[in-house]
């Protein structure tokens, strides 16, 4: 088959596009964004042809699909849906995948990235495994059995996947363009989890994950006692986390991860049990653990002069306070500041206190200007970053014009921290010390 990917450097397209062509089929993709990005790797690898035009020919038996950050009124959409292509919706298509293997969905507010790729980790060096994780991390051989599924809960997309275990990380406000309420998301996580066949592996701890209504046999990971799988004794060293993992009054055994921050330790637990539904055994486990290195732009750190800079997905406060817990842990000596770049004027608008709040256990902040691919500014009169920024003691807004202003920083931590793009602003600080 034929497949046309609109938006393909988006890092979950881009995972989509390299699974079609590893599955045996033709695939091209269309993108507005003419300069590299890092989700491109795995599409250059391929030989995956990207447009930036729209001149090129598409033969009629072409399926198109398309990123949500395409409009209808798009050129490179009009334009197919004049051509009269076949249009599947992105997660349509990746539910079709789905349902091609055992699949092993990831789905939570938080932490879906990192526990995807633990997963991917563990299998891919045992039994052997498909995977589509959205960093442009996407992969799959036709005799793998097991699939590894990042499912995110935007636009409600999950509901589209099969899975035989479904992991749920954690639930909490987010994408509230596309919910009513808490209420809306925990409903829509229970359908998703009712979608699955055999087990669902959820975060105990997690009061909302509590309260989801499904039929679909549930266990529990967390530190508290009435979980399945306990957490205990942890410990902070410089080459990461160390914990101890029990089941019930069990000791399964005790891991090691090259990672920092509860969050992180808690991502692991959740890939560590999948791993053993999978017949690896502990020791195993625990000798992958050691080798593991995150996904793309996920803690990406690098040395320049007495500093580092740390390039990280993290854009909802949540995840802000997780990448500063891990940078706390392992750098305490050092100085901590934050470029963030938010994304999309919804999120900045419904979470700008909470943004307000973790933003100041940095040492110093600067925001850039909100950046978002799909949303309008004249929809959201008033919102900008500066409402984050005025609320905030000593912040300040940059851009890759003024960042100069970090020229001056020593013995720091400079964490630049957004899903968008951060490759322009990492890029000019470094320029300052050629």
């Known amino acids: 088959m034929k497949y046309y990917c609109i938006g393909i450097k988006g890092t979950g397209m881009s995972s989509l596009a390299q699974i079609l062509f590893d599955l045996g089929n033709e695939v091209s993709g269309y993108d507005d964004e003419k300069e590299e990005k890092f989700s491109e790797k795995g599409l250059k690898e391929r030989n995956i042809k990207i447009y930036n035009e729209s001149n090129h020919i598409l033969e009629k038996d072409t399926i198109a699909t398309y990123s949500m950050a395409f409009k209808e009124d798009h050129k490179e959409r009009k334009r ?10 992105y997660n349509e298509v990746l539910g079709d995948v789905s349902k091609m293997f055992r699949t092993i969905s990831v789905a939570g507010t938080h932490g879906k990235t990192t526990t995807s790729s633990i997963i991917k980790h563990l299998l891919s060096s045992t039994i052997g495994c498909n995977y589509f994780i959205g960093a442009g991390d996407g992969y799959a051989r036709k005799e793998n059995e097991v699939f590894v599924l990042e499912a995110d809960e935007f636009n409600k997309h999950f509901l589209a996947y099969t899975q035989k275990y479904a992991v749920i990380t954690n639930i909490e406000k987010e994408h509230m363009e596309c919910y009513t309420d808490l209420e809306d998301i925990i409903n829509t996580f229970s359908k998703f989890a009712s979608n699955t066949k055999k087990e669902i592996i959820a975060y105990g701890d997690d009061e909302n994950i509590r309260k989801l209504k499904t039929n679909t046999k549930t266990i529990y990971y967390g530190l508290n006692e009435n979980n399945d799988y306990i957490i205990k004794n942890i410990e902070t060293r410089n080459s990461g986390s160390k914990f101890d993992l029990y089941e019930g009054n069990k000791l399964i055994n005790t891991f090691t991860i090259p990672l920092f921050s509860k969050a992180m330790i808690l991502n692991a637990t959740a890939a560590i049990i999948i791993a053993l539904k999978h017949n690896i055994t502990s020791s195993k486990i625990k000798e992958l653990l050691l080798s593991f290195k995150n996904a793309a732009r996920r803690f990406a750190e690098e040395q320049i002069g007495s500093n580092i800079i740390i ?16 940078v706390k842990e392992k750098y305490k000596e050092k100085r901590l500041v934050i470029v963030f770049v938010p994304n999309t004027y919804s999120r900045t608008r419904d979470f700008k206190n909470e943004f307000v709040e973790v933003l100041k256990l ?40 003024t960042i100069t202003k970090l020229k001056n920083e020593e013995n720091a931590v400079i964490c630049f921290l957004s899903c968008a793009n951060t490759a322009h602003l990492i890029e000019a600080y470094k320029n300052l010390f050629k």
């Open 80 to 89: 197919i849906e004049e051509l009269g292509l076949t249009i599947k919706k």
């Open 362 to 401: 940095a040492d110093k902040t600067y925001l850039t200007e909100i950046d978002s691919n799909r949303e309008r500014q004249e929809e959201y009169p008033g919102v900008c970053s500066r409402v984050i920024v005025e609320k905030i003691p000593n912040a300040e807004i940059i851009n890759v014009n």
């Open 311 to 326: 390039d990280d997905y993290a854009h909802h406060p949540t995840e802000i306070k997780t990448t500063i817990e891990a």
